[in-house]
């Protein structure tokens, strides 16, 4: 019996004491570190072997522009999520994409086509293009390496924009 109101009464302390932990005051979480703005942010080439980011030049609004994409490749869409692969190499740069086979180049005469992929599903090719885009707050701009807009309606894109790596002449 003694052992019993031991019991009961070490159940009421923990049972207290939990309340009194959950209902005192906090202090309110800082977001001082949850809201981080980066200044001429660039996204790294995963798949380029280039060497560097292109520099994304001012728009016709006068706006600094983020790298977004860089395109040395060709996309296929399948049923279980697209496969890249560069278009020269033939290697995959979306490796995690598991569907995907690992090596499909292009055929000799610059003409890419899709593989069936680990599945056995056809795909379709729904990019081939090297060049890299921009995303600016009045639209993404989209140039080939040699700097010709490829998105022309685009209206706040400047019609030549060669890609101008960081530390270099060109």
Known sequence: MVFGSLISAFAVAVLALG???YSAPRAPASTNNLHRR???QTVAF????????CECPTDKNGDSGVLINVYPGYQCAYPNGACTWDDKSGALTNIFQT???T???CNINGGCSCPLDNFGDTGVLINQFTGYQCAYTGGACTWDF???LQNTA???C???AKCVQSGSDN
């Open 19 to 21: 309340v009194e932990a």
């Open 38 to 40: 980066l200044t001429g």
């Open 46 to 53: 995963a798949c380029f072997g280039g060497g560097g980011d």
């Open 99 to 101: 569907n995907c086979p």
């Open 103 to 105: 090596v499909s180049p």
């Open 146 to 148: 040699g700097g010709v």
């Open 154 to 156: 685009q209206t706040n």
């Open 158 to 160: 400047p019609t030549e």
